[in-house]
């Protein structure tokens, strides 16, 4: 029941219109003296003063304020204003016909409920009602002074005690609204001045983000580099920079309003079309590498086509932002074909390549490599693999070494000759050059990374060794004959002599044979005749031959 008269007694609100919720306050009041006023005619009917008129008033108050109750909170709360003011206005004008006695009593109720019709209501309703309400005044004055007709209802003193009530009471109750009236009007103006404030400081500042953009946008396309331009659906240019337009060779105004057909020959302009009709068609940019032939040459770009949509999501138009990559383009290319040759290369001079990251420990291998160590295309490269393939007599040797060029107070260089063993138990020779890296100084400088080289030199190992089995050979056979030999170097004037030789002229073998050493063992006249001779020969395969003497000390015999 409490919730029920608290629910009656606490008028609606409505967050978002300031001026209803005021009007619905008030309406909420009234309709509670309506109520009671029908209340306290129910009472007055109850002790039978007037039973017709005070019928006449309940049904009046009861029906009013429970339609503008309903109306009110069914959110029409203007219309309910309208009923309760048309309901007030019409007793108090209808009570003032019929009772003309009290003129001052009607005009004080006249007024109330013009100004009440003015506070639920709008100007034009009080103008009307108050143009209404002086002149049922009059006419009432009138017939009281003049004596017109006698009062067609006789009151009884408790409906004359009554309509005073309710007319003081409907007074009240707007003198208190009015006062909350206007200090909410006031506040409601100050919040409108403020309102009114920071929409002008947020369109100002929406107007000085607009300026700064459009001088942004401006700056960015007059003195960008990157060639920028804008397409419709047409594949015709609608917006196009400095840059792009120069690049073309001309200036934007004499490309806008043409179409990539217009400009590019036929293959190009196909390919840029297709691109950007698939943009319209998805909705979704791409980025490529595109080429284009300008006045200048060949020009690659990279290309970065992206939709501008519209309220819809609909693709209006394609923006384009072109770097120009020609330079980076041939500097790929010629690095490709580096590479390329290095490859070959590689390839055909049978060298491995490796690069080992400390850091991670991972280790690049190529090709060659893997052949070289006989490890399988798809087979790890590590480091404990390799070591496994190295001969056991070399392993320790090449494992120090390793560890050596990692020494932070080291170089970093590594150059050494061991044998590797194959899965078929063949031994190879391998060199392997490398170069390890290193980052940091003083205490943190680190090992990070080894790139080297290696090659199979397993044939050269065995025709150095042929080479020295048949150099023992000759040095045996030239001892068993007392045979020597030598080899004249006419730009340094020397002669390499084998063993033998030095043994038969008697001189400390490895020592250099001079013009000196000769002539003290063969004199003079010989050591100037056999160089003579010597100095003759320019032909390959021309004989030289003299017998001479040869002077040996008594104890060289």
């Not at 029409?76 to 009570?95: E, Y």
């Not at 920079?241 to 590019?264: L, M, W």
Request: charged share 20%; hydrophobic share 45%; with cysteine.
């Amino acid at each position: 029941m409490f919730a029920a008269v608290r629910n009656i007694l606490t008028p609606p609100v409505f967050p978002e219109d300031y001026e209803t919720t005021l009007k619905a306050r008030l309406l909420n009041r009234i309709i509670i003296v309506l109520w009671l006023g029908g209340a306290i005619a129910l009472g007055a009917m109850a002790l039978r003063q007037n039973v017709n008129l005070l019928a006449l008033l309940i049904i009046a108050f009861f029906l009013a304020a429970t339609i503008g109750f309903y109306l009110m909170r069914r959110g029409r709360v203007q219309l309910a204003g309208n009923l309760i003011a048309v309901t007030l206005w019409a007793l108090v004008a209808g009570a003032s016909i019929l009772w003309r006695e009290l003129s001052p009593a009607s005009t004080i109720g006249f007024a109330t409920a013009t100004v009440t019709i003015a506070l639920l209501t709008n100007r034009r309703w009080s103008l009307v009602m108050l143009l209404l309400s002086i002149l049922i005044c009059g006419i009432i004055d009138a017939a009281d002074q003049y004596n017109w007709w006698s009062p067609l209802i006789q009151t009884s003193r408790g409906f004359i005690y009554l309509n005073i009530a309710i007319n003081l009471s409907v007074i009240a109750l707007i003198m208190i609204e009015a006062q909350n009236g206007f200090a909410a009007v006031i506040a409601q103006a100050q919040q409108s001045v403020e309102r009114i404030q920071n929409e002008i400081t947020g369109r100002k500042r929406v107007e000085e983000a607009l300026r700064q953009s459009q001088v942004l946008y401006r700056t960015l396309m007059e003195n960008t580099t990157e060639a920028i331009s804008m397409l419709d659906r047409d594949g015709r240019y609608v917006l196009m920079n400095e840059a792009a337009a120069k690049q073309i060779g001309g200036k934007p105004e004499d490309f806008i309003g043409r179409t990539i057909a217009d400009i590019f020959p036929g293959a190009v302009a196909q390919a840029h079309t297709r691109t950007l009709q698939a943009i319209f068609d998805t909705g979704q940019g791409t980025t490529a590498d595109v080429y284009a032939p300008l006045p200048g040459g060949i020009r690659w770009f990279q290309s970065s086509a992206q939709p501008i949509l519209d309220d819809n999501g609909t693709v209006k138009a394609v923006v384009n932002l072109a770097i120009d990559i020609t330079e980076r383009k041939r500097a790929e290319d010629a690095i490709r074909e580096q590479e390329e040759r290095l490859r070959q290369s590689v390839r055909v001079s049978n060298i491995g390549i490796f690069d080992h990251n400390l850091v991670a420990d991972a280790i690049y291998s190529s090709p060659e490599e893997r052949k070289i160590y006989d490890l399988e295309p798809d087979e790890p490269a590590t480091f404990e693999k390799y070591l496994s393939r190295i001969h056991p007599d070399d392993r320790d040797r090449l494992i120090a070494a390793v560890q050596g060029t990692r020494d932070p107070e080291g170089d970093g260089n590594f150059e050494e000759e061991y044998r590797v063993i194959h899965r078929n138990g063949a031994v190879h020779w391998l060199t392997t050059r490398s170069q390890t890296l290193f980052e940091g100084e003083g205490a943190d400088r680190h090992a990070v990374r080894t790139v080297g080289a290696v090659l199979d030199i397993t044939e050269r190992k065995r025709a150095e060794e042929a080479l020295r089995q048949s150099e023992a050979s000759l040095q045996e056979a030239q001892r068993i004959a007392r045979l020597g030999s030598f080899a004249f170097d006419p730009d340094t004037q020397t002669l390499n002599c084998s063993e033998q030789a030095y043994v038969i002229l008697g001189m400390e073998p490895g020592k250099p044979v001079t013009a000196t050493s000769c002539k003290e063992k063969l004199g003079r006249d010989i050591c100037a005749e056999i160089m003579e001779g010597i100095g003759q020969l320019t032909q390959p395969g021309e004989l030289y031959e003299i017998e001479h003497d040869l002077l040996i000390a008594p104890h060289e015999t």
